[in-house]
């Protein structure tokens, strides 16, 4: 297999091993580095890697540069020009390598620009485009001259140079971070009067490059707030089963599929008829799918809506501000031409014939149930259970759960169409995607990798008493002991952040001690300070008059107007009356003597 090049969307399989070439040339230059960079140690390192011989995902990596270290390797990537593969995906978990137990996936994925953008977004996109590329691979991001808008969810983004509240005709740039059109014309217009401008600013949040030559991508904002799309623990969960033929990568309701079987493709489509504001309900598919494809009235629905929010926004800002109108004004014109071009692109390709979403055929339960018994398929599929699909993390049922209704119903197919369980718990172990998970659980090969994902864990509690003797035998000690580690995970996390949170205010509290100049008795804080154990006080809250009524003859006032403590050696309290004497006997003298003086008037005119 020939290594790809620099820049490409493949993805290689490499094992860690040392080739031929490599090892002769790390041997030429072990004397050179070995003052330069000090050996890995043989406890941890050599046994870690070792014993590594799995495939890795690597971007860009060629065989013929694939270095592993041996027992008593050096690492010369920087000579090779290469990072190491266990060093860019891999992040050590704390734990010993030869720990079975407890062990979780710990992945880094590298993902900038494009690559982010396609794992992290859905996107509508013109229906004459080819797309075959991303159905066979969904990791290949898409062409941005064929991304009509790219969606996101509202409370997720802020835009980061005027941080208001809504987005002015959003836009995408190639690093993936969303602006107010307006804002970024303004921004170039700030910078072009620098001599080194050269038609490219740096993006706030990731200083890279934002050229005005590239194509920005425009972004519709959708009506779903997220915080209300992910499960809860000890809440209902509503599951849809899930279905999709092994050679297609749009997956639907098995239900939709038994109701009406018209929608055999691959991308949705988004009816001409659908509104910009409730696109997603107006068709019965495209939800449920990252990609969707539309036509040119929709498209033009979307501009329309950005120029009146343009007008909208224009007028308050003059009226109420006396801003200029001009970053308005080109918004307007720029979206208006970008219009023209779309609408000229669309009149001189022939219209294809948009479908209109189909109708329900609404059928009954019962017939519903004869035809899930009656389904045959004519090809290999997969079924599984989803919910919250609005939602940037895809959250399905674990394997033990899929193990308990397999052995309740038989095939998959005869699985329930919905489930309306109480949910126990939220596993990320396996998150985000990676390919070695989409090898194991092949029902995720739709998915890009680098996908945030979440398993289910039901609670069946219930459910456990009134199921077949062999079936409840069978599962009550995986699920006994599935509880028992979800405790037991939940108290470690409770307790770290309890002690994190002790940690946090005993350094606070050492801060205004310092400050202060008071003991840290003074705030509260008890003889177990060792064990971050604080006692109850009636202390008042950080930043106030820490002085009590009853302790305030223990404090002076020094000339700054701070308060400090008094000096409690006794040699000193004895100076301290001595001096106060002879300045009282003094201040006598004075006034007894001073009565028949003149007094003594300073003139500075």
């Known amino acids: 297999m020939k290594a790809p090049s620099s820049g490409s969307q493949e993805r290689v399989y490499a094992p860690r091993t040392n080739t031929p070439a490599v090892a002769a040339r790390s041997s030429q230059m072990a004397a050179a580095t070995s003052k330069a960079r000090p050996r890995e140690s043989k406890k941890h390192g050599s046994k870690r890697y070792s014993k590594s011989n799995k495939p890795v995902l690597v971007d860009d990596f060629p ?10 390797g050096i690492d010369i990537s920087h000579l090779v020009e290469f990072q190491l593969p266990e060093h860019n995906l891999v992040t050590d978990t704390g734990r010993r390598p030869g720990s079975k137990k407890h062990r979780a996936q710990s992945v880094r994925l590298n993902l900038t620009g494009r690559q982010n953008v396609n794992v992290n977004y859905r996107f509508i996109v013109d229906y004459r485009g080819d797309y075959r590329t991303q159905i066979l691979d969904p990791n290949v991001p898409l062409d941005d001259a064929s991304i009509l808008r790219v969606l996101i969810n509202k ?17 995408m740039t190639r690093c993936g971070h969303v602006f107010c059109y307006t804002c970024l014309l303004r921004l170039f217009a700030a910078f072009s009067t620098q001599e080194d401008y050269r038609g490219r600013v740096k993006c706030p949040l990731c200083s890279e490059d934002i050229r005005e030559k590239h194509e920005l991508l425009p972004v519709l904002i959708t009506k779903i707030d997220e915080r209300f799309e992910q499960p809860s623990v000890d809440q209902p969960v509503d599951l849809e089963l899930m279905y999709r033929p092994a050679s297609r990568v749009f997956a639907q309701p098995f239900r939709l599929y038994l109701e009406n079987c018209q929608f055999d493709g691959d991308i949705p489509w988004i009816p001409n008829s659908a509104t910009v504001d409730n696109f997603l309900n107006d ?102 259970y989803q919910t919250s699909f609005n939602s940037s993390v895809k959250y399905f049922l674990t394997n033990l759960d899929v193990q308990i209704l397999r052995s309740l119903y038989g095939d998959y197919s005869a699985f329930p169409l919905t489930l309306h369980p109480i949910l126990e718990n939220i596993s990320y ?121 009853e302790n305030e003859s223990k404090y002076k006032t020094t000339v700054w107007g701070t308060r400090i403590l008094k000096s409690e050696d006794p040699e000193s309290d004895h100076y301290d009356a001595e001096a106060e004497m002879i300045i009282q006997q003094a201040k006598k003298t004075a006034n007894a003597t001073g009565k028949k003086k003149k007094k003594i008037v300073l003139s500075f005119t």
């Open 429 to 549: 172990e396996y998150s985000p995607l990676t390919e070695e998970t989409i090898g194991k659980l092949k029902y995720l090969g739709h998915l890009p990798v680098g996908t945030e994902i979440g398993f289910l864990e039901l609670d069946w509690t219930d459910q456990l008493p009134q199921f077949p003797k062999e079936i409840s035998a069978r599962f009550s000690k995986k699920l006994s002991e599935r509880s028992r580690a979800s405790r037991n995970k939940k108290r470690r996390e409770d307790r770290s952040k309890a002690a994190f949170e002790k940690e946090l205010e005993l350094k606070t509290l050492q801060f205004y001690s310092k400050e202060n100049n008071l003991s840290l008795t003074d705030y509260g804080y008890g003889e177990q300070a060792s064990s971050h154990t604080f006692v109850e006080s009636n202390a008042p809250p950080l930043g106030e008059d820490v002085l009590l009524p």
């Open 155 to 171: 409370n997720d983004h802020q835009c980061p140079i005027c941080l208001g509240d809504e987005f002015i005709a959003p836009r």
């Open 283 to 384: 068709s019965r598919y495209v939800k449920y799918s990252r990609i969707m494809q539309c036509g040119p009235d929709f498209a033009i629905k979307c501009f329309e809506q950005e120029l009146e929010t343009l007008q909208l926004h224009r007028s308050l800002d003059s009226e109420l501000y006396g801003d200029s109108t001009h970053h308005y004004e080109l918004a307007e014109l720029k979206i208006r031409s970008h219009m023209d071009a779309m609408a000229a692109s669309f009149a001189e390709s022939s219209q294809a014939a948009i479908p209109e979403s189909p109708d329900s055929l609404s059928l009954h339960f019962d017939e519903l149930t004869l035809r899930q018994h009656q389904f045959q398929e004519t090809e290999k599929g997969f079924f599984f």
């Open 63 to 72: 065989f013929d540069r694939a270095l592993g270290r041996g027992r008593k």
